[in-house]
């Protein structure tokens, strides 16, 4: 039996993305309709292990699992032997004793994830580390932006909001200039990694002939008239605790994705926000009102996703349309 | 070891002798009574031929070489014994990471035969009692001159002085917060000035703004792409600016230690240059170790939590400019900021697993292999540049002990008052010098295995790395502490 771990997306290539994918499309009627419950991963045990709070990834995964017929148990930082200070390397260890298939892992250090995989010998899936990568995430943004027709070369999608803090940011960057898009970062200075270079695909690519570009902008308004897609990140109110912005009204002014800027928004571009939101900083009801919002579709998209990805970590990818 | 020394001293026989200069060719070196007694051009063989005589009606085996142990070094390098002035021994507090008796060993593996340990220990070196203890354990250790630096301030904290004359009376002359700064810089300041009043004392600083540093890696595209926390170039800057403009007010001795960027060379320069203009050359010095001349930050993306050290790998601009600087003398001293760590310590998240790399027994032969002959806008870097970096110009920071003088202001009337006399590694090799030796069979290739490390900590992102030049003995006082 093969197991296959995501870690980051980019253990991934853009043709394992479009399976992964399509996959994910043939389970959407299926949740959209009520759900399904089948037998794929009966006898399968997944384990949710959250050292950090989480509603969509947490859940979407266990609704997943339980879909496929697997067993899912839960497990956070409080309550179990982290509080006790087990490492993650014995953490990982004693539950590869326990022989369980999947791990889907939360962690607030960027490694963490990869650290806890070097020490078990089944599948581990991230489903958030730190500041580092958040892949699930961008595969599930992945699935609304092909339905829209956004997901192709020389394609535009900004990503606005703080950049310094996103892992979103980092594992949907990735995956969107894999396929060509042309990544726009919007924010200002103190909410943009130093050394943001480092985000551009000549830096981590092996080969970055044919992937998109990445540029920075402090101007959102300059920006939107040329976007396809904008990606609306969450600005934590602690923000203004550590001096990174003034205070949430002028942020919202600056950077929030205003009935004003909504206009400047061409009429074909969708709008993506990963969650949680901060209703009235980010955005407010007029972007949940907007025909262009897909963000209640990125949460259906993420319960399909994490079906596929489960599938796929247990190497029965092909079983899931009941065709192969 | 006692094996090998008969009581009669030593010939090394044909080495080449780099006197902490320069390179003088290959000598016939005597070390007699704990000194180098003699140096000689390479004599012929039938100096050292054993010729049987009768005498006093017995056989009896002598040479010109007159009984005493010859080594032979022909096709080696003799040099003086390496000098760190920066290290962890993690002894008091720590010592399932290291002790004096297995770091000083490993000192001595390295070539190393006088150490300064910084003060991080458990308790801290903030009192006269702790740098005794230091002390008294490295002599009964018996391999290497150990040196303790004390604190600036009482439990490193940054607010109150520690007891900078009582650890003065103890022998002490290297001051620093090293593990961090010294926060507050009126505290900072006053120590400086209280510190100038003591002759040769010099102040380490390791230099960064806390909250400039909440980090674990360098700030930059490496830390951007894999979402770590930096520590800003800004943070050793701008604290390096801060003790250099107080040592040139206070006219405090101070030394910038493990330099990690660019910007900060440039600001020692300046402050050489005031002091300089001010009469005080040798006032403001620098040293950078030689993790940071052979990695960049890209080395996290690899080794991980292996790379971790404070201050961090910064990037290869960085390097080429700490390269340039050994050169053009911007470096005072090369130094290890041996660290060690368990393997235990080292296998978590990178923010929760602590800074540091050990790094005595691999930082000759790491520099040797990587850095000699290379090319920097200064000229290139040779094997005598990085030598003196290693012997003589760190013992010309510490020769003040030499001749330590007992402080002329106050501390006569401290009731536990003895001055120490260290015996001091002079860092050079002439008749008369004590003989802290090292021969090292400098073009021998081999590989960093830290299973093999001699000292407790095993955290290196070199293993495996191909190193040049095989310490082969280590001579302290004249005996040898350290063989094959």
Redesign the interface.
């Known amino acids: 039996m093969s197991y296959r771990s995501l870690l980051s997306i980019l253990d991934l290539t853009p043709g394992e993305v479009n399976q992964l994918l399509d996959a994910a499309a043939s389970y959407l009627p299926r949740i959209e309709a009520g759900g399904f419950k089948d037998a794929t991963l009966k006898g399968y045990s997944a384990l949710l292990l959250f050292y950090e709070a989480s509603t969509r990834t947490r859940s979407s995964f266990e609704l997943a699992g339980k879909m496929l017929g697997m067993d899912t148990i839960n497990i956070g930082a409080k309550g179990s032997s982290v509080e006790k200070g087990e490492?993650?390397?014995d953490t990982a260890l004693t539950l590869n004793a326990m022989h369980h298939n999947v791990v889907v892992m939360r962690?607030e250090?960027?490694?963490?994830v990869a650290?806890f995989a070097r020490y078990f010998d089944r599948a581990v899936l991230n489903a958030g580390?730190?500041?580092?990568?958040h892949p699930t995430q961008a595969l599930l943004d992945a699935l609304p932006l092909r339905q829209a027709g956004v997901l192709q070369r020389s394609k535009r999608i900004a990503i606005v909001g703080d950049l310094k803090h996103s892992?979103v940011m980092?594992s949907n960057l990735q995956l969107l200039t894999s396929f060509g898009l042309d990544v726009v970062l919007v924010a200002p200075p103190t909410l943009m990694?130093?050394?943001?270079?480092?985000?551009k695909p000549a830096?981590?690519a092996a080969d970055p002939t044919g992937y998109g570009e990445v540029s920075w902008s402090t101007d959102f308004d300059r920006v939107l008239p040329g976007l396809d897609a904008v990606m609306m990140l969450r600005v934590q109110r602690e923000r203004m605790g550590d001096a990174h912005i003034t205070n949430t009204d002028e942020y919202s002014k600056l950077y929030g994705l205003s009935r004003r800027r909504l206009k400047l928004l061409p009429e074909s571009a969708v709008i993506l926000h990963p969650g949680p939101v901060n209703r009235g900083v980010e955005v407010g009801e007029d972007v949940f009102a907007d025909p262009r919002c897909l963000i209640n579709d990125q949460v259906t998209s993420g319960v399909a996703l994490r079906s596929a990805l489960l599938c796929w970590s247990c190497g029965k990818l092909e079983g899931t349309d009941g065709q192969a | 070891m006692d094996k090998l020394n008969n009581g009669n001293g030593f010939i090394i026989r044909g080495a080449e002798v780099f006197d902490g200069e320069k390179m003088l060719g290959p000598r016939d070196v005597e070390i007699t009574g704990g000194q180098v007694s003699g140096i000689h051009p390479p004599r012929g063989d039938e100096y050292y031929a054993t010729v049987v005589e009768e005498a006093l009606g017995r056989q009896l085996e002598v040479s010109a070489a007159a009984g005493r142990q010859v080594i032979d070094g022909r096709g080696k390098l003799l040099c003086p014994g390496f000098i760190d002035l920066h290290c962890h021994l993690r002894d008091p507090g720590q010592t399932w990471k290291e002790d004096i008796f297995s770091g000083s060993a490993a000192a001595a593996a390295g070539g190393f035969t006088t150490v300064v340990c910084m003060p991080n220990t458990d308790p801290p070196v903030d009192d006269p009692t702790v740098a005794d203890y230091i002390h008294e354990r490295a002599r009964r250790a018996g391999r290497c001159r150990v040196l303790a630096a004390g604190c600036l301030s009482r439990g490193r904290d940054g607010t109150q002085l520690a007891d900078l004359a009582g650890l003065y009376a103890a022998g002490v002359r290297v001051f620093s917060d090293d593990g961090s700064d010294t926060d507050d810089p009126g505290v900072f300041l006053n120590a400086l000035e209280f510190l100038s009043m003591l002759s040769g004392t010099r102040v380490l600083v390791h230099a960064e703004v806390p909250k400039l540093a909440r980090g674990v890696m360098h700030?930059?595209?490496?830390?951007?792409?894999?979402?770590?926390?930096?520590i800003?170039r800004l943070s050793e800057e701008i604290a390096g600016a801060r003790a250099i403009l107080s040592a040139l007010s206070a006219g405090q001795p101070l030394q910038i230690t493990h330099i990690s960027s660019a910007g900060t060379l440039s600001l020692v320069r300046y402050g050489k240059e005031q002091a300089r203009h001010a009469g005080r050359d040798g006032l403001i010095t620098a040293d950078t170790t030689f993790n940071h001349l052979l990695l960049t930050d890209e080395a996290i993306a690899q080794y991980?939590t292996l790379a971790k050290i404070n201050p961090p790998l910064r990037t290869e601009e960085d390097r080429q400019a700490l390269l340039a600087a050994l050169v053009d003398g911007t470096l005072d001293a090369l130094v290890t900021d041996h660290a060690p760590h368990t393997a235990?310590e080292k296998?978590?998240?990178?923010?929760?697993a602590p800074f540091g790399i050990a790094g005595f027994e691999v930082a000759f032969g790491l520099i040797n292999r990587h850095l000699v002959g290379r090319a920097t806008p200064a000229g290139p870097v040779t094997l005598e540049c990085v030598l003196k970096l290693m012997t003589s110009a760190p013992a010309d920071l510490l020769k003040p002990l030499a001749t330590a003088e007992v402080p002329s202001l106050g501390v006569e009337a401290l009731a536990d008052f003895h001055p120490r006399v260290l015996a001091h590694s002079p860092g050079r090799i002439a008749e008369g010098t004590v003989a802290d030796l090292v021969l090292i069979d400098v073009d021998r290739d081999w590989q960093v295995d830290p299973d093999k490390f001699v000292g407790k900590g095993r955290n290196t992102p070199f293993a495996g790395w191909d190193a040049r030049g095989v310490v082969e003995l280590t001579f302290l006082s004249g005996e040898i502490v350290h063989h094959l």
């Open positions: 490492t993650v390397r962690h250090a960027p490694d963490a650290l580390s730190g500041r580092g990568q892992r980092r990694p130093e050394g943001w270079e480092g985000l830096y981590w | 700030e930059g595209r490496a830390s951007a792409l894999l979402g770590h926390d930096g800003h991980g235990d296998a978590q998240e990178l923010q929760y």
